[in-house]
DNA sequence: ATGCCTCAGCTCCTGAGA
């Protein structure tokens, strides 16, 4: 069983791949990551860093696409039974990659953006999250230890929002977004952020302009979800923002949550 | 102010992100 995952949002691989290794050479010291999800690589699965990976002992799956979008997943031990995007939705764009690893069934996924309630993409939203519960479902069934981790580009309330006020019923913080994120809870899975952490304020997001992440104007919408049959192992999650204060950062920061060792429980 | 950054790409501007 692996101890510690993580979700970043790189906002293209090729440039952040020095802050992912900057950062992983931090979390090493904590005791290193055994699996992470990466979103935005923005890059061709020809033109993905499998070499440096491997080099560093991290296996990787990537689901890749150019200019846009594009999901990895890496972890320190093999990965099985890969699924890329989802079953049943018919999507040009590469947003989800499921893979098995270390006793987990481990979801990564980059959530459409949507834009503006009344677009065309909010439509392709809603669809495209349709086919991600339908795929929780089959998932869940066969797989009962299982992660959805990755960038959700919802906020699940005004907690997660820096003012809610100025921002109620924007994208991100529509109720018709929080209403399938909490049909996505309903399946089964648990906000493992929130399972440790209710202070409002504490944001994963933070846009490149006006200062925002100098002055905490955020949002929470990177998100890890764990199943019932994990949730009595989670031990800790939470927001890692030291990559944020890198040089060329990400607007993202990671999200990493703790499992309980089995063999130490 | 449809603004403010940042990224990719048919790259010196545009579309998209959130």
Redesign the pocket.
């Known amino acids: 069983m692996p101890t510690r995952l993580a979700t970043w949002?790189v906002?293209?691989l090729?440039?952040r791949l020095p802050q992912l290794w900057d950062w992983l050479a931090l979390t090493d010291a904590e005791g290193g990551m055994d699996i992470l999800g990466l979103q935005?690589t923005?890059t061709e699965d020809e033109h993905f860093p499998w070499d440096d990976f491997e080099a560093c002992e991290w296996h990787a799956v990537h689901h890749g696409q150019?200019?846009y979008n594009g999901v990895a997943l890496l972890s320190r031990e093999p990965l099985s039974d890969v699924v890329h995007n989802l079953p049943g939705l018919d999507d040009d764009q590469a947003r989800v990659i499921t893979a098995t690893t270390q006793g987990l069934r481990v979801i990564c996924a980059y959530f459409p953006?949507g834009?503006a309630p009344d677009s065309d993409?909010f439509a392709y939203k809603l669809r495209w999250l349709e086919a991600l519960k339908a795929h929780l479902v089959a998932e869940l069934q066969a797989h009962p230890r299982l992660v959805l981790m990755g960038?959700f580009?919802i906020t699940r309330d005004d907690a997660d929002v820096w003012d809610p006020v100025k921002l109620a019923g924007t994208?991100?913080c529509t109720d018709i977004e929080r209403d399938a994120y909490g049909q996505l809870l309903g399946l089964g899975l648990h906000d493992a952020f929130r399972l440790f952490h209710d202070t409002p304020g504490q944001f994963s997001?933070w846009?490149?302009?006006?200062g925002a992440f100098r002055r905490n104007q955020g949002?929470r919408?990177d998100h890890v979800l764990v199943s019932d049959a994990l949730k009595p192992l989670a031990t800790d999650c939470s927001i890692d923002k030291r990559p944020r204060t890198f040089e060329?950062p990400s607007?993202h920061t990671p999200v990493v949550l703790r499992l309980q060792d089995p063999a130490q429980a």
Do not use: A, F, P
């Not at 846009?207 to 006006?210: A, C, I, M, Q, S």
């Open positions: 949002n906002n293209s090729r440039v935005e923005k150019k200019t953006n834009q993409k960038d580009n994208i991100h997001w846009d490149y302009r006006g949002l919408i060329r607007d």
